[in-house]
């Protein structure tokens, strides 16, 4: 309460005197990390600059008026109702303020719909609630997803800096590079919002979108998804590291090396233990938004694994849901998302934990599993 | 025509049935614009306590007292409930009361399709509010409602939805149709089209508005209900539909459905600021023209609500201009409003404390609204708090403003009553303060790059969020304020004169019939001679 006392009486001063205060950030647009941002953010403060004049003139005049024609004793109103003259000119002059708009607007536009292709291409996909991001030349890819611990948001944590802005694994980029991103999303609409670049685009299913950027200084820059998509909609944010293109060629060497480490641990042996403590990893991150942290769900919306006759004793279907998804219910596919060892671990999570183990048959399924399922698909 | 009348003698003298059935049954203009009123003003406190669950949620960072799905359906209820519930039926209201009024007709044109009109809203809102206690929830899926958001991944509660949205869409359509057979068939001898009053003016192009669009909303909503329920896929991309298909077509409702929240404000606002200027108002058929003009334009500036949706440059830079033309008629009626003001005598009773605090306010809500046109720059003001500033800016201190004014500046003539003018003071600036202290903030953390309707924000957004809570709160004890003069001024008001507000005798037909108005006025027209002023 104090506090929403203290900014009230700062934001009547920023309001009455034209003082130049430290918050500046927190009232106005980022002028951004690339040219284009700034001829954006230069766009919004030209076109704010003449509505504050407008806007300031018409209070003032009307301020005038109130006080100067208030009621007084014997003075008589005024009895005129048209000037046509006088309304001829304020309409050309609206007409005129609006061409003086509409020029660096235009000029603007056409060079944010540059759509040439980038040096470098990534495909980014919209999820609920995460961002696929795939380097389309390097046939790499992940997912990033918030990293903001439960604790935090449930106020049982000391809230820090980037609070709701933190995911697990940010996009990177090099810096001095023409990035061009493609974007459509799996599920319903999202959008791809950072700030600082003046990139937001829609990512709708069916559609691909594009964006473009070209950043001069390594950074990280933030954003967050700019369209409702469901419950956790507040809680996709986005996070681009721009680094020097050495540090971006080793980014994409360790990601192929990775690729290839993940595909051999198909071959290793694997204990139930093992298994489940990668999938308890894997279920926190994927799976409760919807199933919940105990595996009850919300039914009849999100269903319960709890003594699900699925998750107990059909382990086949079990499988299949996880790498088809479900037609018309929430449930994605995690083919593609997850690696074999993931997926292979998660169910044996949701088929042990709960009691689910010893209620239903207790099956465990091994990476090789999902292995062969991939292949007897092809 | 006079056998007609003189059949019907005997009715004229009695007054409204007793009990219930009065209300149930009634055809008068009156009763039907008084359940209009008092349903919007029900439907605010329904739709104000979302807004209070809200702005208590987001008082700070961090999880408060809603769960994120929950959060959804109030944001979205919310929304649906202030559009389709308080302004729209608010205005009808008004338009029930004092269209007849105005054009000196004895009642509305089609009388029982006026009682069904407004039963029918009820119903709806009954279903869309007994969402809540289904399973699934609410609608959750933003007033906009985007597919697939709204069909493939929608609550099985939708259904519940679009039927209730194709009721009050028959609704709005019924109460259209009777609005302008009045206007064109009923009034006095002697008022032609332009010498109507600006508020049957400005209802009369809303009516065509509202025709034209309402079946495009139920048109949407149809093949929602087929994509959930037949197989379909209008908007399904997996089916080979297409998702912004839905946008196009719920803009193509949604942008003219803005200007149906506005117009008749600009009516009601025009009427209040020549009273009270004691002037005759500046520039009449430039306010016409201005009307009109806004709702022509309406319909080809839609798609300025989807510049971040791919669409070609082409089509950005169409919208853009065209939606920056609507600027000019805007422009000038706001400068009408002002000549109206000068040279003129002016006091400052509440509905004309009102009308001022929605011209200025307006303004402000007009001007970011010129911002957000410039295409490139809405890449970043898109979906976030600087919209919700400025639509609030525009439906708040405009729409609402514009009723609380009307509400003021014609109880007198309706309950015969004066309303308490200290309070009615007392309640404008308590809403004034309150409204800007709300709604300005959120410019800033919507400029900082706060998206709209997320449960939970990053720190750097906090200290603005919690300024908007409090101003929130505010402004929603300030209504409780308005229910408690209404009901002061119904049961305990002093006399009201016949011509209520000094010099308005000459402004409209309204002011020369008796305070209270007769259950039943001007059996016979009123001759337009009797306007001509005295000065």
Same mark, same amino acid.
């Given at each position: 309460?104090?506090?929403?006392?203290?900014?009230?009486?700062?934001?009547?001063?920023?309001?009455?005197?034209?003082?130049?205060?430290?918050?500046?950030?927190?009232?106005?647009?980022?002028?951004?990390?690339?040219?284009?941002?700034?001829?954006?953010?230069?766009?919004?403060?030209?076109?704010?600059? +003449?509505?504050l004049?407008?806007?300031?003139?018409?209070l003032?005049?009307?301020?005038?008026?109130?006080?100067?024609?208030?009621?007084?004793?014997?003075?008589?109103?005024?009895?005129?109702?048209?000037?046509?003259?006088?309304?001829?000119?304020?309409? +050309?002059?609206?007409?005129?303020?609006?061409?003086?708009?509409?020029?660096?607007?235009?000029?603007?536009?056409?060079?944010?719909?540059?759509?040439?292709?980038?040096?470098?291409?990534i495909l980014?996909t919209?999820?609920?609630?995460?961002w696929?991001?795939?380097?389309?030349?390097?046939?790499?890819g992940?997912f990033s997803?918030?990293?903001?611990?439960?604790?935090k948001?449930?106020?049982?944590?000391?809230?820090?800096?980037n609070?709701?802005?933190?995911v697990?694994?940010?996009?990177?980029?090099?810096?001095?590079?023409?990035?061009?991103?493609?974007?459509?999303?799996?599920?319903?609409?999202?959008s791809?919002?950072?700030?600082?670049?003046?990139?937001?685009?829609?990512?709708?299913?069916?559609?691909?979108?594009?964006?473009?950027?070209?950043?001069?200084?390594?950074?990280?820059?933030r954003?967050?998804?700019?369209?409702?998509?469901?419950q956790?909609?507040?809680?996709?944010?986005?996070?681009?590291?721009?680094?020097?293109?050495?540090?971006?060629?080793?980014?994409?060497?360790?990601?192929?090396?990775? /690729?290839?480490?993940?595909?051999?641990?198909?071959?290793?042996?694997?204990?139930?233990?093992?298994l489940?403590?990668?999938?308890?990893g894997?279920?926190? /991150?994927?799976?409760?938004?919807?199933?919940?942290?105990?595996?009850?769900?919300?039914?009849?919306?999100?269903?319960?694994? +709890?003594?699900?006759?699925?998750?107990m004793?059909?382990?086949?279907?079990?499988?299949?849901?996880?790498?088809?998804?479900v037609?018309?219910?929430?449930?994605?596919?995690?083919?593609?998302?997850?690696?074999?060892?993931?997926?292979?671990?998660?169910?044996?999570?949701?088929?042990?934990?709960?009691?689910?183990?010893?209620?239903?048959?207790?099956?465990?399924?091994?990476? /090789?599993?999902i292995?062969?399922?991939?292949?007897?698909?092809? | 025509?006079?056998?007609?009348?003189?059949?019907?003698?005997?009715?004229?003298?009695?007054?409204?049935?007793?009990?219930?059935?009065?209300?149930?049954?009634?055809?008068?203009?009156?009763?039907?614009?008084?359940?209009?009123?008092?349903?919007?003003?029900?439907m605010?406190?329904?739709?104000?306590?979302?807004?209070?669950?809200?702005?208590?949620?987001?008082?700070?960072?961090?999880?408060?007292?809603?769960?994120?799905?929950?959060?959804?359906?109030?944001?979205?209820?919310?929304?649906?409930?202030?559009?389709?519930?308080?302004?729209?039926?608010?205005?009808?209201? #008004?338009?029930?009361?004092m269209?007849?009024?105005?054009?000196?007709?004895?009642?509305?044109?089609l009388?029982?399709?006026?009682?069904?009109? #407004?039963?029918?809203?009820?119903?709806?809102?009954?279903?869309?509010?007994?969402?809540?206690?289904?399973?699934?929830?609410?609608?959750?899926?933003?007033?906009?409602?985007?597919?697939?958001?709204?069909?493939?991944? %929608?609550?099985p509660?939708?259904?519940?939805?679009?039927f209730?949205?194709?009721?009050?869409?028959?609704?709005?359509?019924?109460?259209?149709?009777?609005?302008?057979?009045?206007?064109?068939?009923?009034?006095a001898?002697?008022m032609?089209?332009?010498?109507?009053?600006? @508020?049957?003016?400005?209802? @009369?192009?809303?009516?065509?508005?509202?025709?034209?669009?309402?079946p495009?909303?139920?048109?949407?909503?149809?093949?929602?209900?087929?994509?959930?329920?037949?197989?379909?896929?209008?908007?399904? %991309?997996?089916?080979?539909?297409?998702?912004?298909? @839905?946008?196009?077509?719920f803009?193509?409702f949604?942008?003219?459905?803005?200007?149906?929240?506005?117009?008749?404000?600009?009516?009601?606002?025009?009427?209040?600021?020549?009273?009270?200027?004691?002037k005759?108002?500046?520039?009449?058929?430039?306010?016409?023209?201005?009307?009109?003009?806004?709702?022509?334009?309406?319909?080809?500036?839609?798609?300025?609500?989807?510049?971040?949706?791919?669409?070609?440059i082409?089509?950005?830079?169409?919208?853009?201009?065209?939606?920056?033309?609507?600027?000019?008629?805007?422009?000038?009626k706001?400068?009408?409003?002002?000549?109206?003001?000068?040279?003129g005598?002016?006091? #400052?009773?509440?509905?004309?404390?009102?009308?001022?605090?929605f011209?200025?306010?307006?303004?402000?809500?007009?001007?970011s609204?010129?911002m957000l046109?410039?295409?490139? %720059?809405? #890449?970043?003001?898109?979906?976030?708090?600087?919209?919700?500033?400025?639509?609030?800016?525009?439906?708040?201190?405009?729409?609402?403003?514009?009723?609380?004014?009307?509400?003021?500046?014609?109880?007198?003539?309706?309950?015969?009553?004066?309303?308490?003018?200290?309070?009615?003071?007392?309640?404008?600036?308590?809403?004034?303060i309150?409204?800007?202290?709300?709604?300005?903030?959120?410019?800033?953390?919507?400029?900082?790059?706060?998206?709209?309707?997320?449960?939970?924000?990053a720190?750097?957004?906090a200290?603005?969020?919690?300024?908007?809570?409090?101003?929130?709160?505010? @402004?929603?004890?300030?209504?409780?304020?308005?229910?408690?003069?209404?009901?002061?001024?119904?049961?305990?008001g002093k006399?009201?004169?016949?011509?209520?507000w000094?010099?308005?005798?000459?402004?409209?037909f309204?002011?020369?019939?008796?305070?209270?108005?007769?259950?039943?006025?001007?059996?016979?027209?009123?001759?337009?001679?009797?306007?001509?002023?005295?000065?």
């Open positions: 309460m104090f506090r929403a006392i203290k900014y009230s009486l700062s934001l009547v001063a920023a309001l009455t005197a034209n003082v130049s205060f430290g918050a500046w950030d927190d009232l106005n647009m980022s002028p951004g990390a690339t040219q284009l941002s700034q001829e954006i953010f230069g766009l919004h403060m030209t076109v704010f600059y +003449v509505c004049a407008i806007g300031i003139s018409v003032l005049a009307m301020a005038f008026i109130l006080f100067k024609y208030r009621k007084k004793e014997g003075v008589k109103p005024a009895d005129f109702d048209d000037s046509t003259a006088l309304e001829i000119t304020w309409t +050309v002059l609206f007409a005129l303020i609006l061409i003086v708009l509409a020029v660096p607007a235009t000029s603007v536009m056409i060079k944010a719909y540059d759509d040439q292709e980038g040096d470098i291409n980014i919209g999820h609920q609630w995460k696929q991001y795939e380097y389309i030349e390097d046939e790499v992940f997803n918030l990293s903001t611990s439960l604790d948001r449930n106020n049982l944590a000391p809230k820090d800096e609070y709701l802005l933190e697990d694994e940010p996009l990177v980029i090099p810096t001095n590079t023409r990035v061009r991103f493609l974007i459509t999303a799996n599920d319903v609409i999202h791809w919002w950072v700030p600082d670049f003046a990139i937001k685009q829609d990512a709708i299913p069916g559609f691909v979108n594009t964006g473009w950027t070209y950043v001069n200084e390594p950074g990280v820059f954003g967050q998804c700019t369209e409702l998509c469901g956790y909609h507040g809680y996709m944010p986005i996070v681009v590291k721009a680094v020097s293109p050495e540090e971006y060629s080793t980014f994409i060497r360790d990601k192929k090396e990775a /690729k290839i480490q993940q595909a051999l641990l198909t071959e290793k042996l694997w204990s139930t233990s093992e489940m403590e990668i999938g308890e894997i279920y926190q /991150k994927n799976c409760v938004a919807c199933h919940q942290i105990g595996g009850r769900g919300i039914p009849p919306v999100f269903p319960s694994l +709890v003594g699900s006759e699925i998750v004793r059909n382990k086949a279907r079990h499988i299949e849901i996880l790498m088809e998804g037609q018309g219910a929430a449930m994605a596919s995690y083919a593609e998302q997850l690696s074999e060892v993931e997926i292979a671990a998660v169910i044996t999570y949701t088929r042990q934990a709960w009691g689910n183990a010893e209620t239903g048959d207790g099956k465990i399924v091994i990476p /090789k599993e292995l062969d399922y991939k292949t007897n698909k092809l | 025509m006079s056998a007609v009348i003189d059949s019907h003698h005997d009715d004229h003298h009695h007054g409204p049935a007793k009990g219930l059935s009065r209300w149930l049954y009634t055809t008068n203009h009156k009763d039907i614009g008084s359940m209009y009123l008092w349903f919007s003003l029900v605010l406190f329904i739709g104000g306590a979302m807004a209070m669950v809200i702005r208590a949620e987001l008082f700070e960072p961090g999880s408060q007292i809603v769960s994120p799905e929950f959060y959804n359906q109030m944001v979205t209820n919310h929304g649906l409930i202030m559009v389709f519930g308080v302004i729209m039926p608010a205005f009808v209201g #008004f338009a029930n009361w269209i007849p009024m105005q054009i000196g007709a004895p009642d509305m044109a009388p029982r399709l006026n009682n069904l009109s #407004f039963w029918i809203l009820p119903v709806a809102f009954g279903i869309l509010l007994s969402t809540f206690f289904m399973e699934g929830g609410a609608p959750n899926f933003g007033w906009t409602f985007y597919a697939p958001l709204s069909t493939e991944y %929608a609550p509660t939708v259904t519940f939805f679009i209730s949205v194709h009721i009050m869409g028959a609704s709005s359509i019924m109460g259209s149709i009777n609005i302008i057979t009045t206007i064109l068939n009923m009034r001898p002697g032609t089209l332009m010498k109507m009053p600006l @508020f049957v003016w400005s209802w @009369f192009i809303t009516a065509y508005l509202l025709i034209a669009v309402m495009v909303l139920a048109g949407a909503v149809t093949m929602m209900l087929m994509d959930i329920h037949a197989g379909t896929s209008f908007f399904k %991309a997996g089916g080979g539909g297409d998702p912004v298909l @839905f946008q196009h077509i803009w193509f949604g942008h003219p459905e803005v200007y149906i929240m506005i117009l008749p404000a600009f009516g009601i606002v025009s009427h209040i600021i020549e009273t009270f200027s004691r005759p108002i500046f520039g009449y058929s430039s306010m016409v023209y201005a009307i009109a003009s806004i709702a022509l334009l309406s319909f080809v500036v839609w798609a300025h609500h989807m510049f971040t949706v791919g669409m070609p082409a089509g950005e830079l169409f919208f853009m201009y065209s939606t920056m033309l609507i600027a000019i008629p805007t422009g000038v706001v400068f009408n409003w002002l000549s109206t003001m000068f040279k005598s002016l006091t #400052f009773e509440t509905p004309m404390l009102f009308a001022i605090a011209v200025a306010l307006f303004t402000i809500g007009g001007l609204g010129i046109a410039i295409a490139p %720059a809405d #890449f970043q003001y898109h979906d976030t708090y600087f919209v919700v500033a400025h639509f609030h800016y525009v439906l708040v201190p405009g729409a609402l403003f514009s009723l609380l004014a009307a509400a003021y500046y014609w109880i007198p003539k309706w309950t015969g009553k004066m309303y308490d003018e200290t309070l009615g003071k007392v309640h404008f600036w308590m809403s004034f309150s409204v800007n202290l709300t709604f300005f903030p959120m410019h800033f953390v919507g400029l900082a790059g706060m998206p709209r309707r997320i449960p939970d924000y720190m750097q957004f200290d603005w969020n919690m300024m908007v809570s409090v101003g929130a709160f505010l @402004f929603g004890i300030s209504q409780l304020l308005f229910l408690f003069i209404v009901l002061k001024c119904i049961y305990n006399a009201a004169t016949t011509e209520v000094e010099g308005a005798k000459d402004k409209g309204e002011w020369t019939v008796d305070s209270p108005a007769p259950y039943h006025t001007f059996s016979s027209p009123p001759s337009m001679e009797s306007l001509k002023s005295s000065s």
